[in-house]
């Protein structure tokens, strides 16, 4: 693990660091602990499974409530809900960039709370409300986060943009975009490497100041 | 515009002010809506999923690989290994193919049962999902013949040698101008330092991606993730012995890429072969993983840089000996010397190149291949020769400032370094920098400004562009370049509005794809200025044919008017001497029935621009030097760190780039470019490093989790500005490039803003925690 140089980002206290098994708390955990299945975030991971533990095996049918719509998809129980995203609904929106939940470009919203899909299996979010990239604007009309990336030239390949744009509007939803400094420290589970940071902070915080 | 070059004027005729304006950009609205089609993301009928499966071992002996538990998976469609790979009509193994394909490396994995490098594929296997795929891999059995392989240059087993020539020829073993041995003897100020690099990999978020269909026997079209269709066109078309035009490349959009997608690399061939093998399309993605071992990466390296000063701070000699890692087969090395020999007005220099050959892949350009590294070293040494002598170190530069290029004694075409510097110092406040290293505290932080240099060439390159000019006022441009996410789509949108006189919602611009006119590889920073100019010529084409049928046309207002006499300008053609004298290109071809008009054209970017002389075979760096002036962009990035010393962590604090880099074409897009370009070479200062296992030669942190890029939270605002800089030499429309200047310098800058924060030199990189603690406890 590094020396933690990110945890000490400029003014934030230490204890306003996601805790809430988001990327980085989640690495954390997995990194320190591994094995230690009894890890409180584990746990709940654990429960939620068991709350669909009805035996799947082979190709199933499952249905997915993806941007308001449910669609029905036949796919084995392995398969991440980022790949049932990409590979069997052609939403290509939500990328993969590591398949590891170690860059944030798979981020998509499930119930409202921004995760990784590429942790996560399609079966187990099933009932749940998911949005991608492709749910976020009404139409032809963009939702503010991403007028506010094109306007601030928050992207550049564009690659890792919808899970930021995605990860900016939870961002702003769980008040963690307050100050510039809390924006970095709570978008840092997105990785940008063409470096559009300083355009991401500035397009979060417009939004979070007109929210 | 016959016979000499033209030139765009910024207010001149034909433009309408919108070339430099800050527009959004134009394929943002695909981008943010997540409609924007990468190369992976093509929806096929019949598509199938590729996956390699990846030698454990770095060297040895494939004896044996069991592929039949892994066949018989549900949905496994076939398995290729060197035992079956249909066969290619050429194949990188010997350097002539090599060098026919353009392939970065010497070796095509499943062309033998040898094993060079962990990380080789040894099979891919081809299923009808992409978990069947991966799990039918992890089935395949591979028995090694497993040897002791070589790991980098510094181990004992490598063979070092003096290469006669490094970075696929185009740069030599060994340089020399004056008697640098002898003006280094007899200097009084005389500096040794080594400069230490670890492994660098690109990690575009985009990992590579091969989509191949094969759309007849010998007809394959192939949606790929790289900076070239034309490149990869031709790789591919030698590789599988067919005539250019049946191999299509398509690359509408690119994940990012920093060079690792500008050459054509095994899975992509191999990814075709499987095509062909199943008879369906197959979709090949690496893993994150795979990408550390598929693509290349910047090699480990040392260099040693002897700089010889008279003790009023003036150089007298710089000899700098570079010795890195390759590959079992090919002689790659950055260039690091050419910005060495080419920063400060110094009459003597040397450079040699030491390779060492170990079980790695090739290594291959990184954003600011040369430059970066060998920024590290001269603006470093420029700053210890500053702290000996106590002089400001922006002064000690201004004091060996080049007025001519120090290497071949020609003018420049533009160089704006000084206002650089001048610009630069005022927005960062340079002035209340405090004189002495170690000094500045807040708090129990230690405080340090730096500052560097930054240079890169104007690579000499050309490209062609099409124009198809609609009597209703629109316009389709276009050329098969690729947009990295640097801005093409919308850069060059706006110098096809200006040079048509049409707004840019009338323009639709397309790149991407072989079926469009040839345009270079986004690589060296050529596409903006290579690019744009083949567009302006393009539309100069279709002005003339217009002229020529305004003047034929009783009733054009500009009947019987000689063409030299006609101008175009916003949109219409009219005289020079009376611009009330004219009419816009509608009525012009409405009248004469013309639904739509095309012209086409080239752009000379570099020397051959000046010259007018083809690029040559090679790109980038070929016949650099061949033109009047030697071209090349300067800037100057500023640094402020924080620095811990209890755990020895380093924040940048504030960052200020200035560049002069020619003519802008978006304040928007280029001030991000410059960011994150800056961005990356503070990750190259502070963290990015590739462990290579000293016994096994693997890689121990082949993931974004442990590979560590800069994240939001490790960056700060930052200012950039632009000179404002006319060259009339460089190409038509007056651009330098700047997608890697953007980070030459940048580790020098933070690396002498640590040794102004804690008096201590770090020469080694990343400065992570370890090394800042160790310099601080001697």
């Given amino acids: 693990m590094n020396l933690d140089t990110k945890g000490d980002a400029a003014g934030t206290p230490h204890n306003s660091a996601p805790e809430d098994g988001t990327r980085r708390s989640f690495i954390k955990q997995a990194g320190g602990i591994l094995g230690l299945a009894l890890a409180p975030p584990l746990i709940s991971q654990a429960e939620r499974l068991t709350a669909f533990s009805k035996t799947v095996e082979g190709v199933s049918t499952m ?77 032809e009309e963009l939702h503010p986060m991403q007028q506010a990336f094109l306007k601030h030239d928050g992207l550049q390949c564009g690659y890792c943009t919808p899970g930021q744009i995605l990860s900016g509007v939870a961002c702003v939803q769980e008040g963690h975009a307050t100050t510039d400094d809390q924006v970095r420290e709570w978008m840092s589970g997105n990785l940008c490497r063409c470096g559009a940071y300083p355009n991401i902070v500035a397009a979060v915080r417009e939004v979070a100041g007109k929210a | 515009m016959d016979n000499e070059p033209a030139f765009f004027e910024t207010n001149g005729p034909g433009t309408g002010g919108i070339v430099g304006q800050p527009l959004d950009r134009v394929d943002g609205f695909a981008k943010v809506t997540g409609q924007a089609k990468y190369s992976a993301e093509y929806k096929l009928p019949g598509l199938t999923y590729g996956v390699l499966r990846t030698s454990e071992i770095a060297r040895g002996k494939i004896q044996s690989i069991d592929t039949s538990v892994a066949a018989k998976e549900p949905g496994v469609l076939a398995i290729l290994t060197h035992l079956n790979l249909p066969k290619l009509a050429k194949t990188p193994n010997d350097p002539d193919s090599k060098k026919a394909i353009g392939a970065p490396m010497g070796f095509l994995p499943l062309t033998s049962d040898q094993v060079h490098y962990a990380g080789q594929p040894v099979a891919l296997v081809v299923a009808d999902t992409y978990d069947r795929a991966v799990h039918a ?36 073993g060994h340089t020399r101008r004056g008697n640098p041995q002898e003006a280094f003897a007899a200097s009084p100020i005389q500096l040794t330092a080594t400069y230490e690099h670890a492994i660098n990999h690109h990690n575009p978020m985009e990992p590579g991606a091969t989509t191949a269909v094969w759309e007849g026997p010998d007809r394959v079209t192939v949606y790929e993730s790289t900076q070239g269709v034309t490149r990869t066109q031709k790789a591919l078309s030698a590789m599988l012995g067919l005539p250019t035009e049946q191999v299509r490349v398509v690359t509408k959009y690119l994940g990012g890429g920093f060079g690792c997608k500008g050459s054509t690399w095994p899975h992509t061939i191999l990814t075709v072969q499987a095509a062909k093998a199943v008879g369906r399309p197959v979709r090949l993605s690496l893993t994150r993983p795979q990408q550390f071992t598929s693509m290349g990466h910047r090699e480990d390296q040392h260099q040693t840089l002897k700089l010889g000063a008279t003790r009023e701070g003036r150089l007298t000699a710089l000899i700098h000996e570079k010795t890195s890692t390759t590959s079992p087969w090919d002689n790659y090395a950055e260039p690091n010397s050419r910005i060495i020999n080419l920063l400060y007005n110094c009459p003597a220099f040397e450079s040699t190149y030491q390779l060492g050959r170990a079980n790695v892949m090739t290594s291959t350009f990184t954003r600011a291949p040369g430059e970066a590294p060998g920024s590290f070293a001269i603006e470093c040494s420029m700053d210890d020769l500053a702290a000996q002598l106590g002089i400001d170190p922006l002064q000690i530069r201004l004091l060996n400032y080049a007025d001519k290029d120090p290497t071949n004694g020609k003018p420049w075409s533009s160089k704006s370094l000084k206002q650089c510097y001048a610009r630069g110092a005022e927005l960062f406040g340079w002035s209340k920098r405090n004189p002495k290293n170690g000094a500045t505290r807040q708090g129990r932080y230690l405080m340090g400004m730096g500052m560097a240099t930054a240079s890169y060439p104007v690579h000499n390159n050309q490209g062609t562009a099409r124009i198809r000019l609609y009597a209703d006022g629109h316009a389709l441009v276009q050329t098969g370049a690729t947009d990295l996410g640097t801005g093409t789509y919308t850069v060059m949108t706006q110098v096809a509005a200006d040079s048509l006189g049409i707004a840019p919602d009338k323009v639709r611009f397309e790149l991407g794809d072989t079926r469009l006119p040839t345009a270079p590889n986004s690589g060296g920073s050529v596409a903006a200025g290579t690019v744009s100019s083949s567009i302006y010529m393009a539309a100069q084409d279709v002005w003339q044919k217009l002229t020529k049928l305004a003047i034929q046309d009783k009733k054009s207002p500009l009947y019987r008017a000689k063409a030299a006499d006609v101008v175009a300008e ?31 054209g080239q752009g000379k970017y570099g020397a051959g621009y000046e010259t007018g002389r083809a690029p040559g075979p090679a790109d980038s760096g070929h016949e650099d030097d061949k033109g009047g002036h030697s071209m090349h962009s300067f800037g100057v990035h500023f640094c402020e760190v924080r620095v811990d010393p209890e755990v020895g962590t380093v924040r940048v604090t504030r960052w200020v780039s200035v560049h002069g880099a020619g003519r802008i074409l978006n304040a928007k897009t280029a001030r991000s470019q410059i960011i994150g370009g800056s961005i990356f070479g503070i990750g190259n200062a502070l963290m990015e490093e590739t462990f290579r296992d000293p016994n096994l030669a693997r890689y121990t942190n082949a993931s974004l989790g442990e590979y560590h890029i800069p994240v939001n939270a490790d960056i700060p605002d930052m200012t950039v500005e632009f000179i404002d800089e006319h060259d009339p030499y460089i190409n038509a429309m007056g651009v330098k490039g700047i ?15 640590v040794f102004h924060a804690t008096g201590k030199r770090i020469r080694s990189l990343p400065i992570t925690p370890d090394k800042v603690m160790n310099s601080l406890a001697v």
């Fill in chain 2, 739 to 753: 997608g890697e200047i953007s980070m030459v310098g940048v580790a020098a800058a933070v690396a002498n803003a």
């Fill in chain 2, 570 to 600: 916003k949109g219409r053609l009219v005289l020079k001497t009376d611009k009330t004298k004219g009419e816009d290109f509608m009525a012009l071809m409405k009248r004469a029935d013309m639904p739509d008009i095309e012209g086409s």
């Fill in chain 2, 137 to 172: 891999a992890s089935l395949v059995k591979v028995n090694y013949a497993v040897e002791k392989p070589v790991v980098s240059f510094l181990d004992p087993k490598a063979q070092v040698f003096d290469p006669e020539k490094v970075q696929d020829g185009k740069t030599p």
């Fill in chain 1, 63 to 139: 249905t997915l409530k993806v941007n308001g719509t449910a669609r029905t998809i036949q796919a084995e129980p392995r398969v991440s809900l980022l790949d049932a995203l990409r590979e069997y609904l052609d939403l290509t929106g939500t990328k993969k960039g590591c398949d590891h939940g170690q860059c944030g470009a798979c981020t998509v919203l499930v119930e409202g709370r921004r995760i990784n899909s590429c942790l996560t299996l399609a079966v187990m979010n099933q009932g749940k409300e998911i949005t991608t990239i492709e749910g976020l604007a009404k139409g």
